[in-house]
Every structure is written in structure tokens, then in C-alpha cells.
């Protein structure tokens, strides 16, 4: 069983820079996907970006270019740079780890608060 662990929430205001981590405890496989998902009140969760085991991104429309994603293969970390955000950003942000193949899993960590607001 792998845990996922978010850090690195917390208050800005509009235009500022925040920096999430996520660190996986267990073993991971190649060939999984990494994502930062977020979840506004009164809104649906929405993938926000994710990050292949080769790095391969992909980013929501409203994120794109004001947002990075990495990992690191081997520390089993991830993080989210996020850079000039707005109070539309606010929302708990979750890690991912899913593996589509043997041996498949879907795991989530527990969300850390980003809040956007002067």
C-alpha cells in the first residue's frame, strides 16, 4: 500500500507563487501517471496537471503556462509550481498516483488547502 502526502499549502494573495509537494511512501511502478487534481467549494474534483513516468505533461486550459509539474522517479516525489494565481485557483489540491496496467492501482493523498485571496 502506498500513501500519498501533501504539503506545501497555504494563503497568497492574487499574482503570488506557491510550490506543492507530494511524496509517496511504498513502491511505485513505471509506467504510472502522477496528477495534481483540485477540488473548489461546491464544485466538482478537476484534474489540474499530471506528469507521465517518461514526462509527459499535460495541463488544464486555465493553468496552462502559469503552472509546472515534475517528479522525481527515484525520491518518488512530485510538485506543482504555480505561479501568478488567482482567487479562481483556490481549492484543495490532491496527489495522484494510478497505474492503468498490472500492477494497477489508484491511489490519493488526503489534500492540502490553497487559498487565493487579498
Known amino acids: 500500500q502506498v500513501q500519498l502526502t501533501e504539503s506545501g499549502g497555504g494563503l497568497v494573495q492574487p499574482g503570488g507563487s506557491l510550490r506543492l509537494s507530494c511524496q509517496a511512501s511504498?513502491?511505485?511502478?513505471?509506467?504510472?501517471?502522477w496528477g495534481w487534481y483540485r477540488q473548489a467549494p461546491g464544485r466538482q474534483r478537476e484534474m489540474v496537471a499530471t506528469?507521465?513516468?517518461?514526462?509527459?505533461?499535460d495541463y488544464a486550459g486555465s493553468v496552462e503556462g502559469r503552472f509546472s509539474i515534475s517528479r522525481h522517479n527515484g525520491l518518488n516525489t512530485m510538485q506543482l509550481q504555480m505561479d501568478s494565481l488567482k482567487p479562481e485557483d483556490t481549492g484543495v489540491y490532491y496527489c495522484r498516483a494510478r497505474r492503468r496496467y498490472i500492477p494497477q492501482y489508484d491511489y490519493w493523498g488526503q489534500g492540502t488547502q490553497v487559498t487565493v485571496s487579498s
Open positions: 511504498g513502491r511505485t511502478f513505471s509506467g504510472d501517471i
Open positions: 506528469v507521465t513516468s517518461g514526462g509527459t505533461t
